[in-house]
C-alpha cells in the first residue's frame, strides 16, 4: 500500500510496483481525483483520522508511509496509531519518505515489529516545477538563496529505492541518504532548464522574507517547517551536497541526472 500515492514520489512507487507485478493499493482522500490504471486497488482515507484506514490495511505486506499531515506539512501525529493497525494487520516491511524533520513515524517504525527503511531523500528535481508559472508567462525563475550547492535527487529514483525496500530483505533498519549524480545550485539548475527548453531565463533572487511570506501564503506551512526549510537553504548540510551512493548501490544503475528531468519535463516550462 501507497500512502501519498498522488504526490511525486508516491505515483512513481505506484507505477513500479506494477511494473514488477506487484499488487498495489493507493490510498488518498480524494480517490475520485486519483488518476491510475485500473489494475490499482484505490481506497478512501485520511491519514489523520487512523479509523478510516484500518480497514486499507488488510491483506497488505508492505506499506509506504509519508511523515505529514497534509495540513501545513506538519508531522503525521496518528503515526503511533497507523503503526498499530499495520502490525494487526499483518504488515511485514515499511518505507518511511522523512520531510527532513525527524517525527513522530520514524518513532512509531522503530519501535515496531515493521521491518523498516527510512529514505532520506535531499533536493527534489521536482521542486523546480515551483518555477513553472513564471518560466512560461515571464522567462524569469525566482528563488531563494540561489547559489547554495545541493545534489538535487530524481523521484523516480527515490521511488526505485522505496520499491527495491518494499519488496527485498536485504534493506531492513537502514535509514537511506539519496541524491541525485552531480552537484548543482538553482542557478545552475535553471540554466539547465533554459537549454532543454530553448528560453532564454532569467534569475532573479528572492530574499528571506520574501521566502517566509511566500511559503506561508502559497504552501501554508507551519512556522517549524519554514525555519527548518530556511535554515536549510542558508545552510545545507554536507549530506544535501555530498554525492551519495546508494540509489545505484540498491538499483544497479546510476542516479538520473538534472538534465534528464529537465528534458522529459520541457513542457512544463514552455
Known amino acids: 500500500m501507497v500512502t501519498g500515492a498522488t504526490g511525486h514520489i508516491g505515483g512513481y512507487i505506484v507505477s513500479e510496483l506494477l511494473k514488477n507485478g506487484h499488487r498495489v493499493r ?7 481525483k486519483a488518476n491510475f490504471l485500473e489494475e490499482v486497488d484505490v481506497v478512501s482515507g485520511d491519514l489523520n483520522r487512523p479509523e ?3 480497514s486499507a490495511f488488510d491483506g497488505v505486506t508492505g506499506v509506504h508511509f509519508i511523515t505529514i499531515n497534509g495540513e501545513g506539512f506538519g508531522p503525521l501525529e496518528s503515526a503511533p496509531e497507523l503503526v498499530r493497525l499495520a502490525e494487526e494487520a499483518g504488515v511485514q516491511r515499511a518505507t518511511i519518505l522523512w520531510n527532513g524533520i525527524p517525527g513522530p513515524v520514524e518513532d512509531a517504525v522503530k519501535a515496531s515489529r515493521l521491518e523498516w527503511t527510512i529514505l532520506q531523500p535531499q ?3 521536482s521542486n523546480a516545477f515551483e518555477w513553472s508559472d513564471s518560466i512560461r508567462k515571464e522567462n524569469v525563475a525566482v528563488e531563494s538563496f540561489g547559489h547554495r550547492k545541493t545534489a538535487y535527487v530524481h523521484p523516480a529514483d527515490i521511488a526505485s529505492v522505496a520499491v527495491a525496500a518494499l519488496t527485498q530483505n536485504s534493506h531492513a533498519g ?3 541518504v539519496l541524491t541525485g549524480p552531480e552537484v548543482l545550485s538553482p542557478v545552475k539548475a535553471v540554466q539547465i532548464i533554459a537549454e532543454t527548453t530553448g528560453k532564454d531565463i532569467r534569475f532573479e533572487e528572492r530574499s528571506e522574507a520574501e521566502e517566509r511570506l511566500r511559503m ?3 504552501h501554508g506551512l507551519e512556522q517549524e517547517m519554514i525555519d527548518h526549510v530556511i535554515s536549510w537553504q542558508k545552510n545545507p548540510p554536507p549530506e544535501a551536497y555530498t554525492i551519495s551512493p546508494v540509489i545505484e548501490q540498491v538499483t544497479g544503475r546510476p542516479p538520473k541526472t538534472f538534465r534528464q528531468w529537465a528534458e522529459v519535463n520541457a513542457y ?3
Not at 493507493?26 to 475520485?32: H, V
Open 26 to 32: 493507493a490510498l488518498t482522500r480524494k480517490p475520485e
Open 52 to 54: 478510516t484506514v484500518a
Open 123 to 125: 533536493e527534489f528535481m
Open 174 to 176: 537502514k535509514e537511506l
Open 216 to 218: 506561508i501564503k502559497e
Open 268 to 270: 512544463n516550462f514552455k
